[in-house]
């Protein structure tokens, strides 16, 4: 699990100082360095920027590149969008839920994996697609998944 | 970097930049979009600049990273100028022969060009290739030429002179003229005219006004916005500027997915880059006119990309929609005048400027003018970005254009403008397609996605992927359109689950209505579009699952079975090594039987198993044969019985174990 360093969180709030509308972009900050967000992150913006956590739970519950748990050491996006959905995006994404004992949203109990669903990643042409760390993977069959996982430690 | 300053100042700069430029100088250009990307462009480019420098031609050949080019399908694309000689799927192996042949002697190599299956012929340039030619790129254009990381490119092909006409010839009154009359309509979904937006924003008696550029494109299957504002950002920060000055605002923001990194990052450096020269902040161009834009990153919700839900979200709140009693061009962010339109919509605009209203209204339909991008994706051939005058017909797009259908297999159905629009069948597909005649389909153009979809594509399983996407994605806020699709959803569910009734048909059509009149924003006023579109086209396919637990298309897993058929199988295990399940059984020379209470339908088997020797069998609405005996799956026996068994040969032709099971070759999957 990855600690989130409450002087980092300070350092992100500062980079919006005198802004207006920034939390949002704040949580992304957050989200993209640590890959997802502490209560303690949140308590330290409530404080710091006077919002109420009632409102950040809102926002960082309401999005879907939030997570308000920590996350595995790699994580798996399963494009779900529809040109991949109509060339099979499902059956890779079943082979990997199978493979890897948990759903889309979840992480393994190791740590090794979170598994995520997403709707569109843009790269159509070369569907399914499948994102691990980053990395694109794209026309890819269920066979091939075993494969590409076994790549990550 | 110089600030400019002026009209003359811009024209002395473009005459700077190109007079450095020897056009006769060999240059590689190399397709760096996220699709390319993901088919290895880093690596193809790192290679060219090793193999450059190995050959010590750094200084003699020109290396530029572009923007998109559309043709996804066959990427990395990389093109050799002069000469625009094309080679698609190119890998760093292939670079020290493209170095040593193509760019030293000249040559041509022939495997990297694109071969036309219909005529046999070999293409080797760029715009003779069918994809492109039966294209009339004109937004897209530049992404061809253009690194977007360097905003020189832009203006050597005549970037920001639109901007200068405005700021030094026109009046405000007159830009507004020029776009109506143009009849630029939004390329994001709703079709509104442009023009009108902005002369009801610039009217608008409230002070600051805002200008705001929408590339949120959450539709699944559109990516259009993404290649341009990846691929050539400072045509839309032009168009983007050029609007704040017809409307008079001074901040505008630019809305872009989080999910689109590459499109963040080039965003920044354009913004970073024309502040440099000028084309942002204080007295732009030395017009007196001040205008500077914020980014604002989106952070994966669907709903947010409509208008008034991106709103409350660039004011750091949560994106859903406002309820709608005054227009955003009154009330929009902060309660302020607000404009938004969609990446393309801002692109086209410096065109509109500098070719005039009439030529734009030269291109298209009577209601619908000028070109549209469109992302042509899902089964068809030729997957890629296709930019065509409003007006070309779905059959010249998805046959010229997009090479038919994949696997020589049936069209069924294309699906335009994403989960809002609507599924058009075989019998429309020489409808020209503009905003009006694909919502008389009673689809719509939306953003421009088009799924093409083929025989093995279920109708009901689409419409309920639709449902299921929009009820992850409606904000909950308003009841018909929360409630509507989860019930819509159970009903689907049941269907493609077997579980069907008589009358969930005119249930559906009846929640349906109800969403379509009470539902607080777009998203669930449209929402049905989906599943009416495909019962008013396909309610036999609908039938079929409710009264015969058919699924025609062989999809809906409740409703097919997988089998072996006994006097196919060779018995050479493959599928019983991929089966995760472990549901095969056999052996060698012992014919394979699927344990059907094993079986998770995950169709591995099926797609694993060799296309000429194509045992597993997929059914639906009939029953499983039942396994041949136990005494009768020996090979051996069957073979002295004379049926011809080549198990020993048909296992080395198919090569064995680990290679096949990675890489999933020779099965029958499309791809």
């Not at chain 1, 879907?64 to 959905?85: N, Y």
């Not at chain 1, 598994?115 to 499948?130: D, H, Q, S, T």
């Not at chain 2, 009330?331 to 938004?340: F, N």
């Amino acid at each position: 699990m990855v600690e989130i360093d409450l002087k980092r969180v300070d350092e992100m709030i500062e980079r919006y100082k005198g802004e207006e509308g920034v939390l949002i972009q704040l949580l992304l900050d957050i989200q993209s360095e640590f890959n997802w967000i502490s209560k303690e992150a949140i308590t330290q913006i409530s404080e710091r920027m006077q919002i109420p956590k009632s409102q950040i739970y809102r926002i960082a519950s309401f999005y879907e590149a939030m997570s308000l748990e920590p996350v595995g050491r790699h994580i798996i996006q399963v494009c779900l969008g529809t040109a991949c959905q109509v060339r099979g995006a499902p059956k890779i994404l079943d082979r990997i839920e199978g493979d890897l004992k948990i759903k889309g949203g979840e992480t393994t109990p190791d740590m090794r994996f979170t598994l995520k669903r997403v709707n569109c990643l843009g790269c159509c042409a070369m569907g399914p697609v499948i994102v691990v760390d980053g990395i694109y993977h794209g026309k890819i069959t269920p066979a091939m998944v075993e494969g590409i996982l076994e790549t990550y430690e | 970097m110089l600030r400019i300053n002026s009209k003359e100042e811009l024209k002395a700069l473009r005459t700077n930049i190109t007079s450095k430029r020897d056009l006769s100088k060999p240059y590689i250009t190399i397709c760096s979009g996220t699709a390319c990307h993901a088919t290895g462009s880093d690596a193809v480019a790192a290679a060219i600049q090793a193999e450059l420098e190995k050959q010590g031609l750094t200084e003699d050949v020109g290396v530029r990273r572009t923007g998109c080019h559309g043709f996804c399908e066959r990427g990395p694309i990389i093109v050799i100028y002069p000469g625009e000689l094309c080679y698609l799927n190119v890998t760093p192996e292939d670079v020290p022969e493209i170095i040593a042949k193509t760019i030293k002697e000249n040559e041509i190599i022939e495997r990297l060009l694109y071969y036309d299956s219909s005529t046999g012929e070999r293409i080797v340039h760029e715009h003779e290739i069918p994809f492109y030619k039966y294209q009339t790129r004109v937004v897209f254009s530049g992404n061809l030429w253009v690194d977007p990381a360097n905003i020189d490119d832009y203006i050597a092909l005549g970037g920001y002179q639109a901007l200068a006409k405005v700021l030094h010839e026109m009046t405000p009154e007159e830009v507004l003229e020029e776009v109506k009359s143009a009849n630029l309509r939004g390329r994001g979904g709703g079709g509104f005219p442009a023009g009108r937006k902005w002369e009801s924003t610039r009217n608008a008696t409230g002070k600051p006004k805002y200008v705001i550029v929408n590339c949120d494109e959450g539709d699944p299957g559109a990516y259009m916005d993404r290649s341009i504002m990846e691929g050539n950002p400072h045509r839309v920060l032009e168009g983007l500027i050029i609007a704040a000055y017809a409307i008079g605002s001074q901040q505008g923001f630019v809305y872009v997915r989080q999910e689109y990194p590459l499109a963040v990052k080039n965003l920044a450096i354009a913004l970073e880059q024309a502040r440099e020269y000028g084309f942002l902040g204080k007295d732009i161009l030395g017009s007196g006119f001040e205008f500077d834009v914020k980014v604002h990153r989106g952070a994966g919700a669907f709903v947010s990309g409509e208008s008034s839900a991106l709103m409350n979200a660039i004011e750091g709140k949560v994106g859903e929609p406002r309820p709608k009693y005054t227009h955003t061009s009154d009330s929009g962010i902060w309660d302020k005048p607000s404009s938004l339109n969609n990446v393309e919509t801002y692109a086209t605009v410096p065109l509109i400027i500098r070719k005039g209203a009439d030529w734009f209204n030269s291109i298209g339909t009577e209601g619908s003018k000028g070109t549209k991008i469109f992302s042509l994706v899902g089964k068809v051939n030729n997957t890629g970005l296709v930019e065509v005058p409003m007006g070309t017909t779905l059959r010249d797009i998805i046959y010229k254009i997009g090479g038919g259908i994949r696997g020589g297999k049936k069209f069924k159905a294309v699906q335009t403008g994403g989960p809002s629009g609507g599924v058009i069948p075989e019998q429309y597909l020489d409808t020209p397609v503009d905003f009006d005649a694909l919502t008389k389909l009673g689809s719509m153009m939306g953003s421009g996605g088009m799924i093409v979809m083929d025989e093995d594509t279920c109708i009901v399983d689409i419409a309920r992927y639709f449902v299921d996407f929009l009820c992850n994605e409606s904000c909950g806020k308003c009841v018909p359109c929360r409630e509507g699709l989860k019930r819509m959803r159970e009903i689907l569910n049941g269907i493609v689950a077997g579980k069907g009734r008589e009358g969930d048909i005119e249930l559906l059509k009846e929640i349906a209505d109800v969403m379509k009149s009470a539902s607080l924003c777009a998203l669930g006023t449209t929402a049905a579009n989906p599943v009416l579109s495909t019962i008013r086209y396909f309610s036999d396919e609908y039938e079929a699952h409710i009264r015969d637990g058919r699924c025609p298309a062989l999809v809906c897993k409740d409703l097919i079975s997988f089998y072996i058929d006994p006097d196919k199988c060779t018995a050479c295990r493959l599928c019983m090594k991929n089966c995760p399940e472990g549901a095969i059984e056999g052996d060698k020379r012992v014919i394979h039987v699927i344990d059907q209470t094993k079986c998770i339908k995950c169709g591995i088997c099926y797609d694993v198993c060799p296309s000429k020797v194509g045992a597993v069998m997929k059914i639906s609405g009939e029953p499983v044969p039942p396994p041949i005996p136990e005494a009768e799956r020996g090979i051996e026996r069957r073979k002295e019985k004379g049926e011809g068994r080549k198990e020993e040969k048909g296992e080395k032709e198919r090569g064995e174990g680990k290679g096949q099971k990675a890489k999933g070759e020779g099965g029958r999957d499309e791809r």
